[in-house]
């Protein structure tokens, strides 16, 4: 099956060159920070994770949602997800490996990464989260690639993997529990000290993951002779509804919690995000942005437009960006705002900062469009 991936239109080519030229750039960058140190990020010690954390704690949550798409087809024999569950799957091994590697470049010098498995700490909510992505990574690729090699030889899977994917289920619940037990268990920081953070996690997740798939179900059938179908669409759109209102809910709860009790560090993060306080580094603009997307998203989700394919479309698009600003920009960054000392520092993001993240994305997109066109190929085949 591999050799597929070395046969595809122009505009697949084309696709990759561009990744490729992303992914060489972001190394460029990256070998400028081993050698210059995190000084290259708008990091500093009072903002000490930034982008590349956020992003990290984003992506588990898309990785995480390939749930939403394995529970339903195999524990409750919904047919209409047959045809993208292992779409779902390969998703969340480019998600985990995007995860991966933002922890790797946020380490700084990448050695680093060695003392996680050379000097275990069991204590550690960090150790854990590598564990349990690592697991997932592994869970994901030898059930999405059995399956995909059973159907390519019209045969079906053999019975080893029924437990596997039973078993990727709570797994993949525990993968975004466990990241969000990496900022609800810090005392110091008030956007983060909070009982509701794992559900917030899992409910953004099980929204933004579906938005994504939607997407990427809807370039298949352009630009591929595969075609997933509209029930399964239809069944994601539903989903990404009741997710998504849930993670609008407990962001409306947050606010309630801290304005109503009127403990100042409580409201302080939620202040600096939304209000800025007159710093032009802030990402006001951004989460007033993500909260209209959201508005906009809910408004298609409630409505007829859903049951349309634009309606849809752009609702999902709406989701996905709403969640990346709100889980991927805000969250992470405001969480450190203010400081114990009770100062404001600025972060911004620099330019080899992004860059390194824009490659980290190339390569995870170019690990995806691989998979993907192995799929859309033995799945046009498999319907011949």
């Keep these: 099956m591999i050799e597929k991936v070395f046969h595809g239109s122009r505009r697949y080519w084309l696709l990759l060159l561009v990744l490729g030229a992303l992914i060489a750039t972001g190394i460029f960058f990256y070998l400028r920070q081993t050698s210059e140190g995190l000084a290259v990020t708008g990091m500093s010690r009072s903002v000490s994770w930034g982008l590349y954390i956020a992003q990290f704690t984003f992506f588990v949550g898309v990785a995480a949602s390939a749930v939403t798409v394995v529970l339903p087809y195999y524990l409750h024999d919904y047919k209409a997800f047959g045809k993208i569950t292992i779409l779902g ?48 990574l592994v869970l994901n690729l030898v059930i999405g690639w059995t399956v995909l090699t059973a159907e390519y030889r019209g045969t079906p899977p053999p ?39 794992a559900a917030r996690f899992l409910a953004s997740a099980f929204s933004s993951g579906p938005a994504l798939l939607i997407i990427l179900c809807r370039v298949a059938r352009r630009y591929t002779d595969f075609d997933p179908g509209e029930k399964p669409e239809r069944a994601l759109g539903l989903i990404i509804t009741y997710a998504f209102s849930a993670h609008i809910f407990f962001i409306l709860l947050e606010v309630f919690t801290a304005f109503y009790s009127g403990i100042p560090s409580h409201r302080a993060s939620l202040e600096r995000l939304f209000w800025g306080w007159g710093d032009p580094a802030s990402l006001t603009p951004f989460m007033w942005l993500s909260m209209m997307l959201a508005a906009a998203a809910l408004f298609l989700l409630y409505t007829p437009a859903r049951r349309r394919d634009a309606g849809l479309l752009i609702a999902s698009i709406a989701v996905f960006a709403s969640v990346w600003i709100e889980k991927g920009l805000g969250f992470v960054v405001g969480g450190f705002n203010p400081d114990p000392m009770e100062y404001v520092p600025a972060y911004r993001p620099t330019v080899p900062e992004s860059f390194i993240t824009a490659g980290v994305w190339a390569t995870g997109l170019y690990i995806l469009a691989l998979l993907f066109k192995i799929t859309a190929a033995v799945r046009a085949r498999s319907s011949e």
């Design 159 to 197: 019975s080893w993997v029924k437990p596997l994917i039973i078993l990727s289920i709570p797994w993949a619940i525990s993968i975004h529990t466990v990241t969000a037990f990496l900022y609800a268990g810090l005392p110091g920081r008030h956007l983060w000290l909070s009982a509701i953070t």
């Design 89 to 136: 799957e390969f998703l969340a091994v480019s998600s985990v490996i995007m995860c991966l590697l933002f922890i790797f470049v946020d380490l700084g010098q990448p050695f680093r990464i060695l003392h996680v498995i050379l000097y275990p700490s069991p204590t550690s909510p960090m150790f854990w989260d590598t564990v349990v992505l690592f697991i997932y």
